[in-house]
T-cell receptor, first 109, second 114 residues
Framework: GQNIDQPTEMTATEGAIVQINCTYQTSGFNGLFWYQQHAGEAPTFLSYNVLDGLEEKGRFSSFLSRSKGYSYLLLKELQMKDSASYLCAFMDSNYQLIWGAGTKLIIKP | ETGVTQTPRHLVMGMTNKKSLKCEQHLGHNAMYWYKQSAKKPLELMFVYNFKEQTENNSVPSRFSPECPNSSHLFLHLHTLQPEDSALYLC?????????????FGAGSRLTVL
């Protein structure tokens, strides 16, 4: 079967680093996406990984290990505006997106 | 206007009402999607249109009826809804349905069914 899991909520401090993990199980895989969603707003695309390794985009980085069914989103130098929900989703062999329930990230001063 | 625009942003309706949600995109995308988002649950894909043809209907009750008159507009017609249908309804678009395309989402229509 297919499933995906990420923590429901995390808290971090402004200026610090936080890592949001996402684990998945699937027989067919066509990449993993991360989206950011501020309360009351549209989800927006952050990253896409299809090969193993780390991809860096400014303060945000995303990592993928296909053999372990594992990804993480790393946020550095946290700012208050990073308070949001972070959604991970993998794409299966039929290009269907399987979504996690999202991780609500709370940033404290 | 760019991006994906959804109207209305908020809607309250009774169980016997008929209403519609509208979605519009000016990105030149060929695929459009309706998702349901409930608190602490994964996004639920409802319908997919690719080049104006409905390609997916994920066992959605018939009280939800989609319409895609052209590749820029998508509607979700609602009738005789249930209180459990209260949720955020997100529209999204992508270049097309095939391949690992990035979705561009609208801000959603928050629906409350009394």
């Amino acid at each position: 079967g297919q499933n995906i899991d990420q923590p429901t909520e995390m808290t971090a401090t402004e200026g610090a680093i936080v890592q949001i993990n996402c684990t998945y199980q699937t027989s067919g895989f066509n990449g993993l996406f991360w989206y950011q969603q501020h309360a009351g707003e549209a989800p927006t695309f952050l990253s896409y990984n299809v090969l193993d390794g780390l991809e860096e985009k400014g303060r945000f980085s995303s990592f993928l290990s296909r053999s372990k069914g594992y990804s993480y989103l790393l946020l550095k130098e946290l700012q208050m505006k990073d308070s949001a929900s972070y959604l991970c989703a993998f794409m299966d062999s039929n290009y269907q997106l399987i979504w996690g329930a999202g991780t609500k990230l709370i940033i404290k001063p | 206007e760019t991006g994906v625009t959804q109207t209305p942003r908020h809607l309250v309706m009774g169980m016997t009402n008929k209403k519609s949600l509208k979605c519009e995109q000016h990105l030149g995308h060929n695929a459009m999607y309706w998702y349901k988002q409930s608190a602490k649950k994964p996004l639920e894909l409802m319908f997919v249109y690719n080049f104006k043809e409905q390609t997916e209907n994920n066992s959605v009750p018939s009280r939800f009826s989609p319409e895609c008159p052209n590749s820029s507009h998508l509607f979700l017609h609602l009738h005789t809804l249930q209180p459990e249908d209260s949720a955020l309804y997100l529209c999204a678009s992508s270049q097309d349905r095939d391949g690992a395309n990035v979705l561009t989402f609208g801000a959603g229509s928050r629906l409350t069914v009394l």
